[in-house]
């Protein structure tokens, strides 16, 4: 079963806008972390955060984590084409399990 | 410094074959983790290696296996394929840090089953 779920699922601004999505999961983590995926490619990790932070920054992206209500949100400023991707969420509970997904927003940026 | 290497990187499989997807880990990465990912979906987690040995498994049926050699490198064995089968298949790799686990993908294997 897939633990994140992202919002929105689609999502199209204008070259210059913030992008914002939102994720919920449903057990408790260690961490959670943010992917971006091009075009049905690798993922690239974009940020973690940890479960007893609350914000983080890194670049342009700004997450942050809300464990009493299990959602976290990625904050994208000046959003650029090259933005142009899938971004899925994903919680680490612990030991050697795998990351679980969610079904990720796909952010489409109009120049 | 060579990130995650994946081959094949397109495979055509007819149902009932069998199939292996090989994977290179980054340099000093000891752990290998597989990844379905079908189409519109987020990677379901499969099966995570290291040290040569399983360390974690999903939801997946038996006809799905893997092994870790020694250099770390992985494959991924499924066998009596079914069309449900089709899908992206990603390799990562990590250090298996308890504080990150930042994860490191392949570019994937993509898998047609006919």
């Known amino acids: 079963s897939q633990q994140g779920e992202e919002d929105p699922q689609a999502l199209s601004i204008q070259e210059g806008e913030n992008a914002t999505m939102n994720c919920s999961y449903k057990?408790?983590?260690?961490?959670l972390q943010w992917y971006r995926q091009n075009s049905g490619r690798g993922l690239v990790h974009l940020i973690l955060?940890?479960?007893?932070?609350r914000e983080k920054h890194s670049g342009r992206l700004r997450v942050t984590l809300d464990t009493s209500k299990k959602s976290s949100s990625l904050l994208i400023t000046a959003s650029r084409a090259a933005d142009t991707a899938s971004y899925f969420c994903?919680?680490?509970?612990?030991?050697?399990?795998?990351?679980?997904f969610g079904k990720g927003t796909h952010l489409i940026i109009q120049p | 410094d060579a990130g995650v290497t994946q081959s094949p990187t397109h495979l055509i499989k007819t149902r009932g074959q069998h199939v292996t997807l090989r994977c290179s880990p980054i340099?000093?990465?000891?752990?290998v983790s597989w990844y379905q990912q079908v189409l519109g979906q987020g990677p379901q987690f499969i099966f995570q290696?290291?040290?040569?040995?399983?360390?974690g498994r999903g939801n997946f049926p038996d006809r799905f296996s893997a092994r870790q050699f020694p250099n770390y490198s992985s494959e991924l064995n499924v066998n009596a394929l079914l069309l449900g089968d089709s899908a992206l298949y990603l390799c990562?790799?990590?250090?298996?840090?308890?504080?990150?686990?930042?994860?490191?993908f392949g570019p994937g294997t993509r898998l047609t089953v006919l």
């Open positions: 990562a790799s990590s250090r298996l840090d308890r504080e990150s686990n930042e994860q490191f």
């Open positions: 340099s000093g990465h000891k752990s």
């Open positions: 290696y290291y040290e040569k040995e399983e360390r």
């Open positions: 994903c919680g680490k509970r612990g030991g050697a399990d795998g990351l679980t």
């Open positions: 955060i940890r479960s007893n932070e």
């Open positions: 057990t408790s983590i260690n961490n």
